[in-house]
């Protein structure tokens, strides 16, 4: 299984988008300040995940996801979460 996460850092009100094969060991990694993209924004928080067969279809979702359309329609689902997060791009 693949899966494809987003992060929300408490401190600067921003989001993470990644894609990995374990996410409870990717989390853990985030929140010990081993990943480098995380590791000055902590806390962070998982605000959602999806799960994919195969990792070509997380990757492809990922990279959609961190792009211009995709980033507008996950902030449209998302956006209850958001705003009690105090997200600051909404």
Same mark, same amino acid.
């Given at each position: 299984?693949?899966? /494809?996460? /987003? @992060?929300?850092? !408490?401190?600067?009100? &921003? !989001?993470? +988008?990644?894609?990995? #094969?374990?996410? $409870?060991?990717?989390? %853990?990694?985030? %929140?010990?300040? =081993?990943?480098?993209?995380?590791?000055?924004?902590?806390? +962070?928080? *998982? +605000?959602?995940? =999806?799960?994919? *067969?195969?990792?070509?279809?997380?990757?492809?979702? =990922?990279?959609?996801? %961190?792009?211009? #359309?995709?980033?507008? &329609? @996950?902030?449209? &689902? @998302?956006?209850? +979460?958001?705003? $009690?997060?105090?997200?600051? #791009?909404?």
């Amino acid at each position: 299984m693949y899966f /494809v996460y /987003v @992060l929300f850092s !408490l401190k600067d009100r &921003q !989001l993470y +988008i990644g894609y990995t #094969n374990d996410l $409870e060991r990717r989390l %853990k990694q985030h %929140k010990n300040g =081993e990943s480098i993209a995380t590791r000055y924004r902590l806390p +962070i928080r *998982l +605000i959602y995940y =999806e799960t994919y *067969l195969r990792w070509p279809d997380a990757k492809r979702r =990922e990279k959609f996801l %961190k792009g211009g #359309n995709g980033r507008s &329609q @996950l902030k449209i &689902q @998302l956006q209850d +979460i958001l705003k $009690e997060l105090k997200y600051k #791009n909404l």
